[in-house]
């Protein structure tokens, strides 16, 4: 298929497109190209990711130490605001970044005040780190409540439901790993947890830059996860998480990144303003250069989540289409309806 391509009122080049993903189209040479059926998980890689590999290595080697203050430092808070911005927040938030979603969820958890407020509501359709490690915790006394997804429309009912005084955080997705589910009412649950003094966290690892969220009342206090894996084919290795303006807790589980300024030592122990206080440690910042080129390649082609949002739902709502034309739609657990259906 060649030329433009018609995508709700704009159009790009598909052939231009496609060649820009040489490498993971035909990985090897003379190879025939090949289809990859994999967006769900391993998303292809646009060229650009490999320059950005060497970019990364050529900067180590004409930097040095001195990469971390000239090069990546300034990169990083390039890839924050952008990434804020396909997250639906506002560029200039607050952001911290890791290697997974787990490591930033769990450095969240050991900032609440459990003594006081013991209890935490999820639902059981968490994907598999957040699920393990809640459930590990509800072994050593930590009261999980685990709010059935299951039916789906009347999951947010559940949820406020489940929101009650003494919960100290709030932990669930936007869209549901399992059947691609858009939470309802996302703005109000958060809300909700918000005024009963609970952290609110909310896994948007499966909706960002495919699904655009309208956080609502829900911006002011919310945490978001979220990382590069999957539909924003930046690879491993980035995760991120959005931390609201004016946060002051002090996780337990923290890296000498998060607070430069008490290197010189002198008693107590304290953190950075911003995303900063929820650092770890020396990281390999290679996933930033990728994470940098690929943002550009999505704005290149002047790919926004909505416009992804809309090819994403052209091509599953094609997928029903044969499916129910073979007789296997009955085996599909993702909505039907386009607005309750995720990537």
């Given at each position: 298929?060649?030329?433009?391509?018609?995508?709700?009122?704009?159009?790009?080049?598909?052939?231009?497109?496609?060649?820009?993903?040489?490498?993971?189209?035909?990985?090897?040479?003379?190879?025939?190209?090949?289809?990859?059926?994999?967006?769900?998980?391993?998303?292809?890689?646009?060229?650009?990711?490999?320059?950005?590999?060497?970019?990364?290595?050529?900067?180590?080697?004409?930097?040095?130490?001195?990469?971390?203050?000239?090069?990546?430092?300034?990169?990083?808070?390039?890839?924050?605001?952008?990434?804020?911005?396909?997250?639906?927040?506002?560029?200039?938030?607050?952001?911290?970044?890791?290697?997974?979603t787990h490591e930033l969820a769990y450095r969240l958890i050991s900032s609440l005040p459990r003594r006081d407020r013991p209890r935490i509501v999820t639902t059981d359709g968490e994907f598999h780190s957040l699920r393990r490690q809640l459930a590990r915790l509800g072994e050593d006394g930590v009261e999980i409540a685990w709010v059935s997804v299951e039916p789906r429309r009347t999951l947010a009912d559940r949820l406020l439901a489940a929101l009650a005084p003494g919960t100290s955080m709030l932990a669930i997705s936007a869209v549901l790993f399992e059947s691609?589910?858009?939470?309802?009412?996302?703005?109000?649950?958060?809300?909700?947890?918000?005024?009963?003094?609970?952290?609110p966290l909310v896994d948007a690892y499966h909706a960002f830059n495919v699904v655009p969220i309208a956080w609502g009342s829900a911006a002011p206090h919310v945490f978001a996860v979220a990382g590069g894996y999957k539909y924003a084919a930046m690879g491993e290795g980035l995760c991120w998480m959005r931390v609201p303006r004016g946060c002051a807790l002090r996780p337990a589980f923290t890296g000498?990144?998060?607070?430069?300024?008490?290197?010189?030592?002198?008693?107590?122990?304290?953190?950075?303003p911003g995303g900063a206080?929820?650092?770890?440690?020396?990281?390999?910042?290679?996933a930033l250069y990728r994470a940098a080129a690929v943002l550009e390649h999505w704005d290149r082609f002047g790919l926004t989540v909505p416009r992804l949002r809309a090819i994403s739902l052209r091509q599953t709502g094609r997928i029903l289409g044969h499916l129910d034309a073979a007789g296997r739609g009955g085996d599909v657990v993702s909505p039907r309806e386009p607005d309750r259906r995720g990537g």
């Open positions: 298929m060649q030329g433009d391509v018609e995508q709700q009122g704009f159009s790009f080049d598909l052939g231009a497109l496609r060649a820009a993903y040489s490498r993971f189209l035909a990985p090897a040479e003379g190879a025939a190209p090949r289809i990859l059926l994999t967006g769900h998980s391993h998303q292809a890689w646009p060229d650009v990711a490999r320059d950005a590999l060497a970019a990364c290595f050529d900067d180590a080697a004409r930097l040095v130490d001195d990469k971390w203050d000239d090069a990546v430092f300034p990169k990083r808070a390039a890839v924050g605001a952008a990434i804020l911005e396909r997250m639906g927040f506002d560029r200039g938030d607050d952001i911290a970044f890791g290697q997974n691609a589910t858009v939470v309802p009412r996302l703005d109000e649950i958060v809300a909700r947890a918000a005024e009963i003094g609970a952290v000498w990144f998060a607070d430069f300024g008490a290197l010189a030592g002198g008693g107590g122990v304290g953190y950075a206080r929820f650092a770890g440690s020396t990281f390999d910042p290679c």
